[in-house]
């Protein structure tokens, strides 16, 4: 009998309209472009500037494009999973929000919270339901709106994020095609490192927690930079190594974009040429659980069916994983 994989069949994706430039961010904290450019990366940021939307309202627009994308009906969607470290409220979970309100009416659903690897580990998540035979159609949703939990005070962090929803479609194969394979990894020692220091059970939102602003994204630069750059380049060269793939072998590397230096690393680690890494961070920053799937969809009409691509991500917590994956499909021009 052959084996089910489970593919992607869509991506969809929505970022908000106002750009939040390096020169606005010179006007608020003492940084500027200059510095931002050669230590990250990142030019501007897409930030979700309306009153009353969140994160699941960036999702569902999504999830909408890609139902379209893809010709599926709603009704027929057996399970959507959202990676995010920004939900809409702590609960109920944003993936049952994003469900209402997108008409999924059939299908349960949860969220994941991996930060920035959480597409990944969603994505291995899902695909055990696809691969045991039990669901045909499932989303993975990875949203996340970043300016909810990032200081504006800080110049150390305030470059780094920027809002933005993504959806992609996992559908059963048969053909040689699809999510081959993964490797995720944690440790909880990175949280000391790379956290938000309240609005949890440890540290509940109080007076004083606010007052101390701590109720946004905490980082050691240093430390986190060290374990990134070291883990999200391992990862990817052990994946290659299981699956005896060389660089030639290689279409797309598909990182998770925080930092163009951890990238750059990672792809040399590889072996790969820098014409064969995906890379859109200067356009939209890090924005957390969507960047991997906002990269397959902004180069969506260079994949082609076949394509070996290997994602790799690095996140708080600490988190790090990579997938090796066919990609099923040519996009139509």
Known sequence: MAKIRAAITGVGAFLPEYRLTNDELSTMVDTS??????????????????????TSDMAVEAVKQLFKKTKTSPDEVDLLICATITPDMPFPATANIIAHKA???????????????????????????????????????????????????????????GDAGTAVMLEPTIEEVGIIDYIHHVNG??????????????????????????????????AVFKHAVTGMADVAVEIMKKHNLDSDDIAWLVPHQANLRIIDATARRMGLNPDKVLINIEKYGNTTAATIPLCL???????????NIILAA???GFTWGSVYLKWAYDTPE
């Open 189 to 222: 020692l990175g949280r000391h490192h790379l956290h938000m220091k309240a609005g949890g059970s440890l540290r509940p939102a109080s007076c004083e927690t606010t007052k101390n602003d701590e109720h946004f994204v905490y980082q050691e630069g240093q």
């Open 297 to 307: 969809y902004d180069f969506e009409k260079q994949l082609k069916k076949g394509d």
């Open 314 to 316: 690095f996140g708080a």
């Open 33 to 54: 472009d200059e510095w931002i450019m050669q230590r990250i990366g990142i030019k501007e940021r897409r930030i979700l500037k309306e009153e009353g939307k969140a």
């Open 103 to 161: 008409g999924i009416h059939n299908a349960w659903s949860f969220d994941l919270n991996a930060a920035c690897s959480g597409f990944l580990f969603a994505l291995a998540t899902a695909a055990q339901f696809i691969e045991s035979g039990r669901y045909r159609k499932v989303v993975v949703v990875g949203a996340d709106m970043m300016s909810s939990i990032t200081n504006y005070k800080d110049r150390t962090t305030c470059p780094l994020f």
